[in-house]
């Protein structure tokens, strides 16, 4: 069977490895600028992040919707969130070096600056949709790693509430920027 637009998606759901290789032929451009994109300051990671976004789309290929987004977007999604992943790791790998080491190169300081503000810059897009009250929520909850029982105090919400609150901003969340919502992948 000739793989083509029309039956790659059914395909790649059938873990046919042909269909994976026109998806890397159709669409590896879209993951590649991505991924360059997000990374650019981050060569080494690249390659590595390309191969996980290719794991990631074979192995759950069937979380594809194609009523929600087309193709391209989701892959793109995947890509992004891949990236912003691999931005993390290398802060973690970073923060764990600089504690190792006493002298710290101050490129590496500016790059960790850079890497920071990115992702706080992408935070603070996708929370943009809540209210105030809700983005505060979730970046004690979620960011700060917070316990629920210390933002109910502060809050002074209940539990319940609180619960409530976070699957309605998910939701808003989910609902504003679906192409780069992932299923855990």
Known sequence: MKINEENFISQAKKKNERALDYIIEQYGWVIKTVIQKQL???????????????????????CFEPEKSSFKNWIAGIARYK??????????????????????????LVQQALLENEISEEVQKILSCLSEEDQSIFKRLFLEEASLEDVSKETGLKKDTLYNRISRGKRKI????????????
Do not use: T
């Open 83 to 108: 990236a912003i992943d691999y931005k993390r790791k290398y802060l973690r790998i970073l923060e764990k070096e600089i504690l190792e080491e006493a002298e710290v190169p101050s490129e590496d």
């Open 174 to 185: 989910r609902k504003c920027f679906p192409q780069f919502i992932r299923k855990e992948i």
């Open 40 to 62: 650019y300051h981050l060569p080494d990671y690249q390659s590595e992040c390309i191969n996980d976004v290719l794991l990631g789309i074979w192995n759950h290929m069937d």
